[in-house]
């Protein structure tokens, strides 16, 4: 299977070039999108019948990552002022009750941290796993899921023969997939072909 990605700056754009693929004989299956805008994403599932592609769950990295800051937020929280307990005399015998303030702080950022990580990681955001296992290289993947955030619209189109991703790139391009480079500086086209190991 070969999938083309591509980004789109206006909702408009991408609803044409969903609503073009599909009267060129895409499948509603075979094609998805997503944007930051739950409305608007709403709206053009409702428009075109094609369902808004969701992200791979995080899974325990998400956890693990959002530990790691919360533990390192706890401690730039704490460590500070236990520092200041030792620098000022007067204030020298409140340093074991700071080491405690900064032991607290850690495990309580440690376990905020984590809990955010797995609440962010169970909602199938991940757009880069996603992109990575359709066969996109990881500079790509991260690039696509960064013009994501920053208020693109997503398109993918799935082509499950391989015989019709160039059709599929050229109808993207022709209702507006930008390139990489108007989105965040430097790189290659937005829109691009890539095989799926495994079909």
């Known amino acids: 299977m070969e999938s083309v990605v591509a980004l789109f700056r206006e909702p408009r754009q991408a609803q044409a070039a969903l609503e073009a693929l599909q009267s060129r004989g895409f499948g509603r299956e075979h094609l998805g999108f997503s944007l930051a805008d739950t409305v608007i994403e709403r709206d053009i599932a409702q428009a075109t019948g094609i369902s808004p ?22 401690l730039a929280l704490t460590v500070p002022i236990w520092l200041l307990f030792l620098i000022i005399p007067d204030t020298r015998i409140y340093s074991d009750g ?14 905020i941290g984590g809990l955010f990580g797995a609440l962010t990681g169970s909602d199938h955001g991940d757009y880069v796993k996603l992109l990575r296992r359709m066969g996109v290289p990881a500079a790509h993947a991260e690039r696509f899921a960064n013009g994501l955030k920053s208020g693109n619209v997503l398109v993918i189109a799935r ?34 072909r890539s095989g799926q190991d495994g079909h």
């Open 53 to 74: 592609e969701a992200g791979e769950p995080g899974g325990s990295a998400s956890v693990m990552r959002g530990a790691f800051l919360g533990l390192v937020g706890g």
């Open 98 to 111: 700071g080491l405690t303030s900064m032991l607290f702080g850690a495990l309580g950022g440690l376990g």
């Open 159 to 192: 082509d499950p023969a391989g015989t019709r991703a160039d059709e599929a790139l050229r109808l993207m391009r022709q209702h507006g997939a930008v390139r990489l480079e108007d989105v965040h500086g430097g790189g290659r086209l937005q829109s691009e």
